[in-house]
């Protein structure tokens, strides 16, 4: 028994230490990288309260359609991905990201996060919070939702009230998108281990049989080996 303990006193520490955290607290305009589509500028936020702030944000300057890029500093791995289909603005979307003290805001829908280099199973949670009146709505290319996500994401009325949404990578890029109304972002997390591939798996109904004496997982036809890789 004392030994089952060590064994999993270790490997939750293994998790800990192998998860990747990605915090979206003030963030400077120096550590933001924006491609042609796109120029870095500042917005005050909260104006005639005690709250007012001046934040860097990145305004989408490009045409319809045009997809923007935008990388951080010490987040690699990860890249803001946006585009308006406004064609009463020719596409343009001024402040579409605002960096404040305490998160990340998205001032419309349709702004992406795309994690590259995950692995098969690998957790996702995001904590986040609706930007304003219109509840947040989530999707994901490349993982599959946790079954215990709200549908929705309401704004919280203070920090503490920040929901986590998890996700579970099926490959080595997953996209996470709003689509309703934007949203505010702490910071997202990505870790991995047997509980989020045995989830995934569940999830999408996932069959594992062993071929040649090797693990072989079976997904909507796709056949995967134990690490996740398509064969």
Do not use: C, W
Request: zero cysteines; charged letters at 20%; aromatic letters at 8%.
């Amino acid at each position: 028994m004392k030994k089952f303990f060590l064994f999993a006193a270790a490997a939750v520490a293994a998790l800990t230490v192998n998860a990747k955290v990605y915090n979206f607290a003030g963030i400077q305009s120096t550590a933001i990288t924006v491609d042609a589509q796109g120029a870095i500028s500042t917005y005050t936020m909260d104006a005639g309260t005690e709250k007012e702030q001046t934040v860097p944000s990145v305004n989408y300057t490009n045409t319809v359609g045009a997809l923007m890029h935008v990388s951080i500093a010490g987040m690699e791995g990860l890249e803001l991905q946006y585009k308006n289909g406004n064609e009463s603005k020719d596409g343009h979307k001024d402040n579409i990201l605002k960096f404040a003290d305490d998160y990340m805001q998205t001032d419309g829908k349709n702004v992406v996060l795309v994690f590259s280099g995950v692995e098969f199973g690998d957790e996702i949670d995001l904590l986040v919070s609706a930007k304003g009146s219109t509840a947040a709505v989530f999707t994901a290319e490349g993982a599959i939702a946790d079954e215990a996500n709200p549908a929705s994401v309401a704004k919280a009325d203070g920090l503490d009230g920040y929901v986590t949404l998890k996700f579970y990578a099926e490959g080595s890029e997953v996209s996470i998108k709003e689509t309703a109304g934007g949203y505010r972002i702490i910071s997202a997390t990505i870790g991995g281990g047997e509980q989020a591939i045995d989830n995934v798996n569940a999830n999408v109904k996932a069959q594992k049989v062993f071929e040649n004496g090797q693990l072989v997982i079976i997904k909507n036809g796709v056949r995967y080996n134990a690490l996740g890789a398509a064969l």
